[in-house]
């Protein structure tokens, strides 16, 4: 089922909520202002704490399906979304730093996590395909080795600043 335009502009709220005060400042009443909408907006669509914090981890995913619908599957293109993600939109990327150490403690979480993981592995499988080798002696990485890889890339340079992804991906390729 489709979600409502509301409920998307609260989650998308939430996200900013998340990102800016992490977990112990995600409540209803902060994702309210945030949207710029009466109190309780929130809590009619996301009843509890647990339902917020669901509903901002399947946002984070479905937004991330847009992106990898919107991307060509060719090579290079993981790492440009990876680099996009990181740098075009921080405020998602730390959400979702945060959602990831929920996931520590939250098998329900780390499920959902698990499953956009998957689709981010298959879209990369898809763009590998028809691509060159890994050449100069690198290793060959499996699909869901390159996403880790790349997963650790956009952390150090969203903390450093320091452009990473695109030239280790192309001395893999």
């Not at 921080?90 to 959602?99: G, K, S």
């Amino acid at each position: 089922m489709p979600e409502s335009p509301r409920r998307c502009q609260l989650a998308d709220a939430a996200i900013t909520v998340l990102a800016r005060t992490g977990m112990r400042g995600l409540t209803h009443r902060a994702v309210d202002a945030e949207a710029a909408l009466p109190a309780g907006s929130t809590s009619n669509h996301f009843r509890t704490r647990r339902a917020l914090v669901i509903g901002v981890v399947d946002r984070l995913a479905e937004r991330d399906l847009d992106d990898l619908a919107l991307t060509e599957t060719r090579p290079g293109a993981a790492a440009d979304l990876m680099s996009m993600w990181t740098h075009t939109d921080p405020d998602r990327f730390r959400a979702r730093v945060e959602i990831t150490v929920e996931a520590t403690r939250d098998p329900e979480i780390a499920k959902i996590l698990a499953e956009g993981r998957a689709r981010i592995i298959d879209f990369v499988e898809q763009a590998r395909q028809g691509a060159p080798p890994e050449t100069q002696g690198a290793p060959a990485l499996t699909s869901s080795q390159l996403v880790a890889l790349l997963a650790g890339l956009q952390w150090a340079e969203y903390t450093t600043g320091e452009k990473l992804i695109a030239p280790v991906l192309g001395r893999l390729s």
